[in-house]
C-alpha cells in the first residue's frame, strides 16, 4: 500500500470518528456556517464538535505548516482531505476571509511575527476579517482608490469609506488598502491591517434584491493605526507604498475562492439532486446534464490549476479565469434551479421553499459577476494575458 493511500484510509477513519452526522448536511442558512472570531457563537453542539476537532488536528487550515496552525500536509494529501470530505459532505469546519484571502498573503509576503501571530489567530478561528478594497468611486478600476492615511510618526491617521465590505459589521480586523502617498498611483497604496472596534470606524450594511446581503459600507473617521503591533509584527504587509503587490496577489487568491461557487466541488451533481422531479421538460434535463458535464469539467480544471501552482507553473491571468468560468457555471446553476422550480421557485416567504431560498440564491448570484473583479474585466485580462489578442 503507498503512502498516500494509507492517508486515504487514515482520513475516512479519523472523519468517521470526528464528523458529526449534522455536520454531513448541507448548508440551509447562514448560522449552519461557522466564520469563528471574538463574537463567534456555534449554532449547536455538533457545529462545535467538528470545528474543535479540525482545529486540533490542523485541518481548518490543512496545507498551512503546523507552525502556524495548519497540518502541514503535502498538496497530495490535502487533495486526499478534501476529496475524502466531499464524499461524505462534510461541511467546512471554519469559514473565513483569513484562510481565503489574507492567509496566503500573509504566507507569502508576512515578517515571521506577523505569521505567527496572525495566522495561529486565523487557524483557531479566534479572529475574523473582513477586506477593504473598493470604494463608491473605485471598484474596477480599485487602483484609483482615496482612502488616505496621514503619515504620524509611528502610525497613521486614516479617512475615508469603503464599500461592499462583506460582514464588515461582523469582523473583528480588517486587511485594507489606504493611500500613503498622492503623488504615486501605484507605488502609493499601503496594504494596512487594524481593528474594527478602533475609534472612528463604523459600519452600515446595504440591502441586496434578495432580502438580504453580507455588505456594508465602511467609514473611517480619523482612524489611529499602528505602524507596529509589536516585535516584528508591522501594522501593514509587505512595504510602505507598496501594498499594491500584495493588493494583485490577494486578489488572485479572492477570484479563486469565488470561483468555487461554480459547483465543482459539490458531491450531488444537480441532475441528482432534481432526479425526484418527474414532470421536468425533455430538454430542460438535457440542460441539466450538460450543466453537471461543465461542472466536472470545471473541477478537474480546477485541480490541474491548484497542482500547477503548487509547483509555480501556474499562468498569472489563470485566477481570472478561473472566477469568470466559476461565476458563470453558479448563475447557471441557479437559473436552471428556478426553471425546474416553477411558480414554486417564486415563492418568497414559506417554510415550504425555506423563506424563498431558490429564489434568493438566484437573485444573490447577480452579484457574483461583479464582486472580486467584474466579468468584463475578467474576460479582457483573459484576452489580453492568456490569448493574447490586441488591444480594442
Same mark, same amino acid.
Given at each position: ?245 500584495? &493588493?494583485?496577489?490577494? +486578489?488572485?487568491?479572492? =477570484? ?6 461554480? $459547483? %465543482?466541488? *459539490? /458531491? ?56 469568470? &468560468?466559476?461565476?458563470? +457555471?453558479?448563475?447557471? =446553476? ?6 425546474? $422550480? %416553477?411558480? *414554486? /421557485? ?47
Amino acid at each position: 500500500m503507498s503512502d498516500l493511500e494509507a492517508f486515504r484510509q487514515e482520513t475516512r477513519a479519523w472523519l468517521e470518528a470526528n464528523c458529526p452526522a449534522e455536520m454531513r448536511q448541507p448548508v440551509r442558512d447562514d448560522e449552519d456556517v461557522f466564520w469563528g472570531g471574538r463574537k463567534a457563537v456555534f449554532k449547536s453542539d455538533a457545529q462545535k464538535a467538528w470545528f474543535e476537532a479540525c482545529r486540533d488536528k490542523g485541518y481548518t487550515v490543512p496545507a498551512w505548516p503546523k507552525e502556524y496552525g495548519g497540518a502541514g500536509l503535502s498538496p497530495a494529501e490535502a487533495k486526499v482531505l478534501r476529496e475524502e470530505m466531499a464524499a461524505i459532505n462534510a461541511r467546512p469546519p471554519l469559514s473565513s476571509f483569513g484562510i481565503w484571502m489574507l492567509g496566503p498573503a500573509l504566507l507569502h509576503f508576512g515578517t515571521e511575527g506577523q505569521k505567527k501571530k496572525f495566522l495561529n489567530e486565523i487557524a483557531r478561528g479566534e479572529i475574523r476579517w473582513c477586506q477593504g478594497y473598493s470604494e463608491p468611486g473605485s471598484g474596477s478600476d480599485l487602483v484609483s482608490l482615496q482612502t488616505y492615511g496621514e503619515d504620524k510618526g509611528d502610525h497613521w491617521i486614516v479617512n475615508g469609506q469603503k464599500i461592499w465590505t462583506s460582514y464588515a459589521d461582523k469582523a473583528d480586523w480588517i486587511f485594507c488598502l489606504v493611500r500613503t502617498d498622492k503623488e504615486n498611483k501605484y507605488q502609493g497604496i499601503t496594504f494596512m491591517l487594524y481593528d474594527m472596534e478602533s475609534p472612528g470606524v463604523s459600519t452600515k450594511p446595504i440591502l441586496l434584491i434578495s432580502g438580504n446581503s453580507p455588505f456594508c459600507e465602511t467609514f473611517f473617521d480619523d482612524v489611529k493605526v499602528p505602524k507596529s503591533y509589536g516585535e516584528d509584527i508591522p501594522g501593514y504587509v509587505g512595504q510602505i507604498n507598496r501594498g499594491w503587490d500584495v &493588493a494583485k496577489y490577494l +486578489l488572485g487568491h479572492e =477570484r479563486e475562492m469565488i470561483s468555487a461557487t461554480g $459547483g %465543482g466541488d *459539490r /458531491a450531488t451533481s444537480l441532475g441528482a439532486a432534481m432526479s425526484r422531479n418527474t414532470t421536468l421538460d425533455p430538454v430542460l434535463r438535457g440542460e441539466i446534464a450538460m450543466f453537471d458535464v461543465d461542472a466536472l469539467a470545471f473541477t478537474a480544471m480546477s485541480e490541474k490549476f491548484l497542482d500547477e501552482i503548487k509547483v509555480g507553473k501556474a499562468h498569472p491571468a489563470q485566477p481570472n479565469m478561473m472566477k469568470y &468560468a466559476g461565476t458563470e +457555471l453558479n448563475k447557471t =446553476r441557479n437559473e436552471l434551479v428556478m426553471s425546474a $422550480g %416553477g411558480s *414554486r /421557485a417564486l415563492e418568497w416567504d414559506s417554510d415550504e421553499t425555506e423563506g424563498g431560498k431558490p429564489a434568493r440564491n438566484w437573485l444573490r448570484t447577480k452579484a457574483n459577476s461583479i464582486e472580486g473583479g467584474t466579468s468584463e474585466v475578467m474576460l479582457n485580462v483573459i484576452s489580453k494575458r492568456i490569448l493574447d489578442l490586441p488591444g480594442a
